[in-house]
């Protein structure tokens, strides 16, 4: 079916109108309705936050729609609840994706879809394949069935984020970073956060167009006390004696978080997992199973340690993230890059914290900033090398003193 001539591909329609981006959204609904536009590997790109996951969601969902995406029928409502039949999501809670998980996925993959028009493949953490589990997907994303699309999520198209050759197979869609007004409409529109307008606004602006994040902060008190917590480390670097507690705390509060957020879920496994192998039961039968139980509860808590992990370094991250906005916002200001009214051209990263990174421009220089961006830059790369966070943290903090000229 081609797409009619009179047709406004840039007017939002359905399950389109969640994509903010007209650059991303009039593609996507373009290869829906014509075939000659289709493609069946798509890798969508961009900054944390910024809807890549969103944009593959809604492709999902068009494509399994017999509307193309109405975001109004049963095909729409089960693909959004996450339970239509023919679409496949892969993601992982811990470090990486292993080569077993993929290995599964593409055997269902080869399989013919069963209501729908396609049969959708989302690989939300595409960058977290493991070089095993990258070759696995490799083949069926050269030769894909004839009814299965694969769709693939990274932050970019660096070989450290995908691999090379699959990049090169896929058609790359860029999710650019929305704008606070695009954002902050995000947020009005959720009817179940209840936001006001300056709510929305607050955590429109402060989320760095991290559209997820403005989500969390808008819901969460505890996301905005860490917040707050986190942009205090700048001023603490002005104070040896409490900084490297500062980090400590810091890294000890996104650890207890990540067990907080996590322990449900943690609590239903274990019990899903005692319960089918019997653990507790009575019988010469279940003491017999329950004595080849260990291996398998071992592994339960080997994934769960792994997701405890992900979960606070990512935390860690977001935290990093806002801390390089403050150093960002005073940069601007030190080398005189602002508005008429005195705030960086392109608007503050922070609003909430002006006065913040007016003191620290006044004490330095805008080189000075410039490197202590690079050292926060730094220890967020050295995090997902899986160095201790303590560790990470503690050098950064020197090196923000050496930057800022402490002695």
């Known amino acids: 079916m081609g797409v009619s001539e009179t047709q406004d591909l840039s007017a939002p329609e359905g399950v389109f109108a969640r994509i903010t981006s007209p650059a991303v959204r009039v593609p996507l609904r373009r290869a829906v309705t014509d075939l000659q536009s289709m493609t069946h590997s798509w890798l969508f790109t961009g900054p944390p936050g910024s809807g890549r996951s969103i944009a593959a969601k809604v492709f999902a969902t068009a494509l399994v729609c017999p509307h193309g995406g109405c975001g109004r029928c049963e095909q729409c409502r089960s693909a959004d609840a996450g339970t239509h039949p023919d679409i496949l999501w892969v993601s992982t809670s811990g470090v990486v994706l292993a080569v077993d998980d993929i290995r599964e996925v593409v055997r269902e993959a080869a399989n013919m879809p069963t209501v729908a028009r396609w049969r959708v493949v989302v690989v939300e953490d595409a960058d977290r394949l493991s070089d095993g589990a990258a070759n696995a997907l490799l083949k069926s994303v050269e030769e894909p069935p004839p009814r299965t699309v694969f769709?693939?999520?990274?932050?970019?198209?660096?070989?450290?984020?995908?691999?090379?050759?699959?990049?090169?197979?896929?058609?790359?869609?860029?999710?650019?970073?929305?704008?606070?007004?695009?954002?902050?409409?995000?947020?009005?529109?959720?009817?179940?956060?209840?936001?006001?307008?300056?709510?929305?606004?607050?955590?429109?602006?402060?989320?760095?167009?991290?559209?997820?994040?403005?989500?969390?902060?808008?819901?969460?008190?505890?996301?905005?006390?860490?917040?707050?917590?986190?942009?205090?480390?700048?001023?603490?670097?002005?104070?040896?004696?409490?900084?490297?507690?500062?980090?400590?705390?810091?890294?000890?509060?996104?650890?207890?978080?990540?067990?907080?957020?996590?322990?449900?879920?943690?609590?239903?496994?274990?019990?899903?997992?005692?319960?089918?192998?019997?653990?507790?039961?009575?019988?010469?039968?279940?003491?017999?199973?329950?004595?080849?139980?260990?291996?398998?509860?071992?592994?339960?808590?080997?994934?769960?340690?792994?997701?405890?992990?992900?979960?606070?370094?990512?935390?860690?991250?977001?935290?990093?993230?806002?801390?390089?906005?403050?150093?960002?916002?005073?940069?601007?200001?030190?080398?005189?890059?602002?508005?008429?009214?005195?705030?960086?051209?392109?608007?503050?990263?922070?609003p909430d914290m002006a006065a913040t990174s007016r003191e620290l421009a006044r004490r330095n220089s805008g080189e000075a900033l410039v490197r202590c961006i690079d050292a926060v830059s730094e220890c967020r790369e050295v995090l997902g090398y899986n160095v201790k966070p303590e560790v990470a943290l503690d050098a950064m903090a020197g090196r923000l003193r050496e930057c800022c000229g402490v002695v």
């Open 151 to 350: 769709l693939l999520c990274a932050p970019s198209t660096d070989p450290q984020d995908i691999s090379i050759t699959l990049r090169s197979r896929c058609r790359h869609v860029y999710v650019p970073t929305p704008g606070v007004a695009a954002v902050k409409d995000v947020l009005l529109s959720d009817a179940t956060l209840g936001l006001t307008d300056e709510q929305a606004q607050w955590a429109a602006s402060v989320s760095g167009g991290h559209i997820g994040r403005a989500r969390h902060l808008a819901r969460e008190e505890r996301a905005r006390a860490k917040r707050a917590t986190a942009l205090k480390l700048p001023q603490m670097v002005y104070e040896s004696g409490r900084l490297f507690l500062f980090t400590s705390e810091l890294v000890k509060k996104a650890t207890e978080e990540a067990a907080s957020a996590l322990e449900a879920d943690e609590q239903r496994e274990k019990a899903e997992l005692e319960n089918s192998l019997g653990v507790g039961a009575k019988g010469r039968g279940a003491a017999k199973a329950q004595r080849g139980a260990s291996g398998q509860m071992k592994e339960l808590e080997k994934e769960q340690k792994n997701r405890r992990t992900r979960q606070t370094r990512d935390a860690l991250d977001l935290a990093l993230i806002d801390v390089a906005g403050l150093y960002r916002d005073a940069m601007m200001q030190a080398v005189g890059a602002v508005d008429a009214d005195g705030a960086p051209i392109g608007g503050y990263q922070h």
